[in-house]
C-alpha cells in the first residue's frame, strides 16, 4: 500500500504562482501530477521517473514552460511549481505514483484561479 498525500492547493489571481506538494509513504520512482476540472476527464499535467541519479520529467503542452515538475528523493516528496497561472488552470490536482504495477492516488487539492 501507497499513501500520497497533497498539499499547497489555494485560490490565486491570474498570472499568480502556486506550489503543490505530495508527500509519498515510501519510496516510488515514477509519480506524478493530473488534474481534473468540473464536467471533464482527469488529464495528466506532468510526471517525473527517477532513474539512478537523474530525473525524467514530461509535461502536458497546456502547462509547458508555465509549471514545473520536481523530487525530494530523501523525502519521498514530489513537488508541482506553477506559474502564469491561467483561469483555465483551475481544477482538483491529484499527485500518482506508479508502483509494483498499480496507481495510487492521493486525495486531491483544489486549485482556482480567479480574479
Known amino acids: 500500500q501507497v499513501q500520497l498525500v497533497e498539499s499547497g492547493g489555494g485560490l490565486v489571481q491570474p498570472g499568480g504562482s502556486l506550489r503543490l506538494s505530495c508527500a509519498a509513504s515510501r519510496s516510488i520512482s515514477s509519480m506524478g501530477w493530473y488534474r481534473q476540472a468540473p464536467g471533464k476527464q482527469r488529464e495528466l499535467v506532468a510526471t517525473?521517473?527517477?532513474?539512478?541519479?537523474?530525473?525524467?520529467?514530461h509535461y502536458a503542452d497546456s502547462v509547458l514552460g508555465r509549471f514545473t515538475i520536481s523530487r525530494d528523493n530523501a523525502k519521498n516528496t514530489v513537488f508541482l511549481q506553477m506559474n502564469s497561472l491561467k483561469p483555465e488552470d483551475t481544477a482538483v490536482y491529484y499527485c500518482?505514483?506508479?508502483?509494483?504495477?498499480?496507481?495510487?492516488w492521493g486525495q486531491g487539492t483544489q486549485v482556482t484561479v480567479s480574479s
Open positions: 517525473i521517473s527517477t532513474g539512478g541519479t537523474i530525473n525524467y520529467a
Open positions: 500518482n505514483g506508479r508502483y509494483s504495477g498499480y496507481d495510487y
